[in-house]
């Protein structure tokens, strides 16, 4: 083997194909697509994933059961009494305090205190939820405990009437 023959056969620049420029473009009279048939058309797309040639598929053949909340529920973040004693006396333990002592990671929609553990600093939390025993250990130890209010539910104008439900 020789320098002549290191770089043998290899192209430094490739040609993209050119579809569609007539008989002696290499691609033929079709360009590919062959006489006719559902992908000869321009525009044409291959069925999807879950197309299964024309026989019902699987996702409509399965009875659909079941209920979800999942739309609207929220995720709330778990907090024992216990872990709150790590803070100093006087603070106010919220959302944005859980998170830069990395007791809560991750985005939650709210805040529920739950009563394990014990605490002896004087702490203001604030919440969105707090279980019977957290509020009775939090207050034991002389702090307070602030419920953060749910949002507040629209007004429905009384003044404009509902259409009328149709007759049958």
């Given at each position: 083997?020789?320098?002549?023959?290191?770089?043998k056969g290899i192209?430094?620049?490739?040609?993209?194909?050119?579809?569609?420029?007539?008989?002696?473009?290499?691609?033929?009279?079709?360009?590919?697509?062959?006489?006719?048939?559902?992908?000869?058309?321009?525009?044409?797309?291959?069925?999807?994933?879950?197309?299964?040639?024309?026989?019902?598929?699987?996702?409509?053949?399965?009875?659909?059961?079941?209920?979800?909340?999942?739309?609207?529920?929220?995720?709330?973040?778990?907090?024992?009494?216990?872990?709150?004693?790590?803070?100093?006396?006087?603070?106010?333990?919220?959302?944005?305090?859980?998170?830069?002592?990395?007791?809560?990671?991750?985005?939650?929609?709210?805040?529920?205190?739950?009563?394990?553990?014990?605490?002896?600093?004087?702490?203001?939390?604030?919440?969105?939820?707090?279980?019977?025993?957290?509020?009775?250990k939090i207050e034991?130890?002389?702090?307070?405990?602030?419920?953060?209010?749910?949002?507040?539910?629209?007004?429905?104008?009384?003044?404009?009437?509902?259409?009328?439900?149709?007759?049958?």
């Open positions: 083997m020789d320098l002549t023959e290191v770089s192209k430094k620049r490739k040609l993209k194909r050119r579809v569609g420029r007539g008989i002696g473009s290499g691609q033929g009279k079709t360009a590919g697509l062959g006489m006719k048939g559902q992908y000869a058309s321009a525009g044409a797309r291959l069925p999807g994933g879950l197309f299964e040639g024309g026989q019902m598929p699987l996702y409509r053949r399965f009875p659909k059961r079941g209920f979800s909340h999942a739309t609207w529920d929220k995720d709330y973040a778990v907090v024992n009494v216990g872990d709150l004693a790590g803070f100093a006396a006087g603070t106010t333990v919220d959302m944005a305090a859980l998170k830069q002592k990395r007791l809560v990671v991750g985005t939650f929609d709210g805040v529920r205190i739950l009563g394990d553990g014990a605490l002896a600093t004087t702490l203001t939390v604030r919440a969105d939820h707090f279980s019977k025993s957290a509020r009775e034991k130890a002389g702090g307070t405990c602030d419920l953060i209010p749910p949002p507040k539910k629209p007004v429905r104008n009384k003044m404009k009437p509902r259409p009328p439900k149709p007759a049958k």
